[in-house]
């Protein structure tokens, strides 16, 4: 055997060792790498089940959609409701004070209190009205300037303090003994802050 047959027979299981241990990117084998697996919810057991959602999934907000108005369009009748109740309650806080000998003093006190308590929220509800008109009003007002030529003008919170004190005062104005008594409140209003705010002997 010449020399060269022999190098080469010497080169060639070289070559073979080379190629196992750096094979080339085609002679790899590519096996398709699977995804991450993901945590599988629990399945319901029971169709009646409530549904088990994930954490990860933000929840939805629904905005607050009240209207007032188709409200009070809706429940109008209660009004006329909550008023003959307010009447059978002072009647019966009347007779019960005129018999007051027969019935116990804490039950007395109960009635006062639950009469108090239906006077003040039938005042609230309708000084909440009388808000929500004087605002009415004033954008009624407002959409005929617009027609007329002015820009858009939106009332910010104390803004509509303002307004709504005005009308208040309108309607206090035509009625001097109520004036009196809404100032009187008023007063006695300003003097127990300023008391309070006063420094501690």
Known sequence: MSIGALLKARTKPQQFKVSLSNPKPNQINR????????????????????????????????????????????????????????DELHQAFMIAKKRKTSLPEEELRR???????????????????????????????????????????YLKKKDQKDVILADRFEHLSQDKRKLQKAMERKRKKVAGKEKKSMPAK
């Open 31 to 86: 096996t398709k790498t699977s995804p991450p697996s993901r945590k599988k919810l629990e399945h319901r057991t029971n169709k009646h089940a409530p549904m088990v959602m994930s954490s990860k999934r933000s929840v939805t907000r629904k905005k607050n959609s009240f209207d007032p108005e188709l409200h009070q369009c809706s429940y109008g009748f209660l009004r006329s409701q909550r008023k003959a109740e307010l």
């Open 111 to 153: 009635m006062e209190d639950a009469l108090k308590r239906a006077e003040n929220a039938e005042v609230q509800r309708e000084k909440l009205e009388q808000e929500r008109e004087a605002l009415k009003k004033w954008k009624a007002s407002e959409k005929v300037k617009q027609q007329e030529g002015k820009s858009a003008f």
